[in-house]
């Protein structure tokens, strides 16, 4: 079967389907039919570029197409990737930086007009606290330690330890009441 024998419209009505094939088959949400526009492309450009010499025609349009989706994927990750980079960039910037980490998130180190690492704060607070809440204070919420390792550093039960957490929540609420009265 000889292209220049054939216009491109019959074979595009005989191939339609491959399109629709890769996209079902590379598991591709399609709702603004760029992916088939892509593949129709490639299935024209396959057209142009074919040698019946080399293979048969249906072999060389799966290629081209399943290749440039492929390809367009990669392109629409990569864009998705540099939005990400300079939203992050972005966000840096408005926050000057100041970020700290807990169980993979970040949280602004500036928290209401107060920098939490503000030495007259964290003694403000330490002043209202007993030896073992201020290590509560200390190991989660600052380190960031899960609540059985403090005990088995601190050489007591969980309940313990989470008991100096509840002391700490009454006392603060406490004073965040009496401040703002």
Not at 21 to 49: C, S, T
Not at 59 to 70: G, S
Not at 89 to 101: A, K, S, V, W
Request: aromatic share 12%.
């Amino acid at each position: 079967m000889e292209k220049d024998m054939i216009d491109f419209e019959e074979i595009f009505k005989q191939n339609e389907r491959r399109i629709h094939y890769h996209i079902h088959r590379l598991n591709i949400q399609d709702p603004h039919k760029e992916f088939y526009q892509e593949g129709l492309v490639a299935m024209w450009r396959a057209y142009e570029n074919y040698q019946p010499d080399k293979g048969p025609m249906a072999t060389y349009f799966n290629y081209i197409i399943r290749n440039r989706m492929i390809d367009l994927m990669r392109k629409q990750n990569k864009e998705i990737e540099k939005t990400m980079h300079y939203a992050q960039e972005h966000r840096t910037h408005i926050d000057d930086g100041n970020y700290y980490r807990s169980q993979g998130l970040l949280y602004p180190m500036v928290q209401n007009g107060r920098d939490v690492r503000d030495a007259a704060f964290w003694q403000q607070v330490r002043d209202q606290l007993s030896d073992n809440q201020w290590k509560w204070v200390i190991f989660h919420i600052i380190e960031d330690k899960p609540l059985k390792e403090i005990a088995e550093q601190e050489g007591v039960t969980v309940e313990a330890v989470k008991s100096w957490g509840k002391g700490v929540r009454r006392k603060l609420r406490g004073a965040v009441g009496n401040d703002s009265g």
